[in-house]
């Protein structure tokens, strides 16, 4: 391969094929299997979304209550694993002890045949239905907490937020974070579903390339920006500071967290539907001064990043949204994960169908012929 089509970070380059979504980044346009995000988002609810992601369609009200029962039922952790989490760090990232959870859970559930349909399902059903679990319970231990087991007869959204207060939601609460949850739960081959697809090409477990998955979406230019906007959001503090911060930020070439795509040339469909849905969280609960923050900073980013189609992402309306519900900043991570789970696992599928080990090429640059010079030489 010629030197000049090396394209740093892959850009516009097909690392695979796929039928699960597609973004049309020119128009702002996202479909999971054909359905665009906004209808999912008022029509169906996560648990539905993650059927149609990894199984191709949209179940039957009988399929539905299968699937349903067979995740609700799959909740609990064993008690080695709360032991487990009891041990980490107070203040180790929740990304991490998310990771070290699922890689532990590998154990308990070992790769039986990536041939047997059987095994494919339940490690699917488990997956989904243990992360909130494990996100929730290492919150609470990490206060010195017990964590406070799942319950059946909530949603699979009202379930994490009541296992994270012990209180049960507000339903509007509950709906706004399933659709939180639904509209993270796919966007074709970003860095984690990448790295999940070249994982899964080795022929490894599910645990396995969930744990990959995990740790590259904790980087801040992926998953970890929704926590970076917060940050942000605080150090501006008030309307006056936001045009110094922005022109400080583009005079210094450092990135406005939040904003800019590798895809979307436009503003994220997905920052709209927060959009709302925050607003709608307002209305109810109270107005949110950092709401103001961002539309300001969204204004006036307009006249400085507009032009190079730099607008808000997902990762810039969704830690109001979640501020709101009264979520722990240093969650909002492990909350993407929960919901990308879905799509993790419906590429993970996918690539068992039509398995072919990733191996690229690199472009050397390096020198030739060198000869070993003893130690002593040197
Ligand atoms: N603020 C200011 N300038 C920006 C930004 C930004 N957020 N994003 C891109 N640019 C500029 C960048 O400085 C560069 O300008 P120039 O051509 O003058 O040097 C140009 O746009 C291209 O930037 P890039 O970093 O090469 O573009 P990319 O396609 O690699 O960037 C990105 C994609 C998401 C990494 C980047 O926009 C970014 O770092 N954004 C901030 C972090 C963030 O919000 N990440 C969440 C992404 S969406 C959710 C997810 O994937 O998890």
Redesign the pocket.
């Known amino acids: 391969m010629a030197v000049g089509e090396y394209k740093p970070?892959l850009?516009g380059i097909p690392a695979t094929q796929s039928n699960i979504s597609f973004i049309d980044g020119q128009q702002g346009l996202l479909e999971y299997r054909g359905i665009r995000i906004e209808e999912l988002c008022r029509y169906s609810n996560f648990l539905e979304t993650a059927y149609l992601l990894i199984f191709g369609e949209l179940p039957t009200a009988k399929q539905f209550a299968a699937f349903v029962e067979d995740v609700n039922y799959r909740r609990r952790i064993k008690y080695r694993i709360r032991d487990m989490i009891k041990c980490f760090p107070e203040s180790g990232q929740p990304m991490d002890a998310l990771q070290s959870c699922i890689a532990a859970l590998g154990m308990f559930y070992p790769l039986a045949d990536l041939h047997d349909a059987s095994f494919i399902y339940d490690a699917t059903a488990r997956l989904i239905a243990k992360m909130p679990t494990l996100v929730a319970t290492f919150h609470l231990m990490r206060q010195g907490n017990d964590p406070v087991a799942p319950r059946d007869d909530l949603s699979y959204a009202a379930n994490f937020l009541y296992m994270l207060n012990e209180k049960e939601p507000d339903p509007l609460a509950a709906h706004v974070f399933d659709v939180c949850l639904t509209l993270h739960a796919e966007?074709t081959v970003?860095?984690?579903t990448f790295c999940a697809l070249v994982t899964a090409s080795t022929l490894t477990d599910p645990y396995t390339v969930l744990t990959s998955a995990i740790g590259t979406?904790s980087g801040?230019?992926?998953?970890g920006?929704n926590e970076?906007?917060m940050r942000m959001l605080a150090e501006i503090g008030t309307i006056e500071n936001v045009v110094p911060y922005l022109e400080r930020?583009?005079k210094n070439?450092?990135?406005?967290?939040?904003?800019?795509?590798?895809i979307y040339k436009v503003k994220?469909p997905r920052a709209n539907i927060l959009q709302e849905l925050a607003i709608k969280l307002f209305d109810r609960f109270g107005h949110d001064p950092y709401f103001d923050l961002a539309i300001e900073l969204e204004n006036q980013?307009a006249k400085y990043?507009a032009e190079?189609g730099?607008f808000p992402?997902?990762?810039?309306y969704s830690g109001l949204v979640y501020r709101k519900l009264g979520i722990p900043t240093d969650l909002f991570t492990p909350i993407?994960a929960i919901a990308r789970t879905a799509g993790w696992l419906a590429h993970w599928k996918e690539q068992l169908a039509d398995n072919r080990l990733f191996r690229p090429i690199q472009v050397y640059t390096g020198r030739h012929g060198v000869r070993y010079k003893p130690i002593g030489e040197r």
Do not use: C
Request: avoid cysteine; charged fraction near 30%; charge should be neutral.
């Open positions: 970070g850009e966007h970003n860095a984690s979406l801040p230019l992926h998953g920006a970076e906007v930020k583009i070439k450092e990135k406005i967290m939040g904003f800019g795509h590798r994220d980013a990043l190079k730099i992402n997902v990762d810039f993407f």
